[in-house]
């Protein structure tokens, strides 16, 4: 028995559509990984006055945020965010930073809930470094391929 095809288009095209309006609303943010150009929104989002230094090999990007929280994104030659670094009272948006890597960073089993010890994630292309206690928490995430030629990683810290 076959089934029309036509029982079944105004579905797939429904689909289809619902589909691409998601695709193209996705929220531009600065992440890792991304284009130092969307730095602007993570300004916007996290309500910071922006503050960029030129390095040898690399920009920082510092976003002094409400409250005391500080937040660093490292650009590379290309443009491409290669590291967030943060410090202050309260940890900020993870989401927001580390974009597409924050699902594998949730799901890293590291990653847990942990009282009174640090959260590290450590993958061949995305480490994660985060301590502290309430009202003075700190943390980098990097991307170690993309980390320009001479980079200190003591920097992040």
């Not at 105004?10 to 992440?31: D, E, K, N, R, V």
């Not at 890293?108 to 959260?119: A, C, E, N, Q």
Request: aromatic letters at 10%; hydrophobic letters at 40%; a positive charge.
């Amino acid at each position: 028995m076959q089934v029309p095809v036509r029982r079944y288009t105004p579905y797939f095209a429904a689909m289809t559509a619902t589909l691409l309006c998601f695709a193209a609303t996705t929220p531009a943010h600065a992440s890792l990984g991304a284009q130092q150009a969307s730095i602007a929104a993570d300004v916007t989002h996290f309500r910071a006055q922006l503050k960029a230094t030129a390095a040898s090999n690399y920009t920082v990007s510092e976003l002094d945020g409400d409250g005391g929280r500080v937040t660093r994104e490292f650009t590379n030659g290309t443009g491409t965010v290669f590291a967030v670094a943060w410090s202050g009272p309260v940890r900020p948006d993870l989401s927001q930073l580390f974009g597409i890597y924050f699902a594998r960073f949730q799901a890293d089993s590291h990653v847990r809930v942990r009282i009174r010890r640090p959260l590290r994630s450590d993958d061949i292309d995305f480490v994660v470094r985060s301590g502290g206690h309430p009202g003075k928490v700190w943390g980098f995430a990097v991307l170690p391929d993309q980390v320009p030629q001479g980079f200190q990683m003591e920097t992040l810290q």
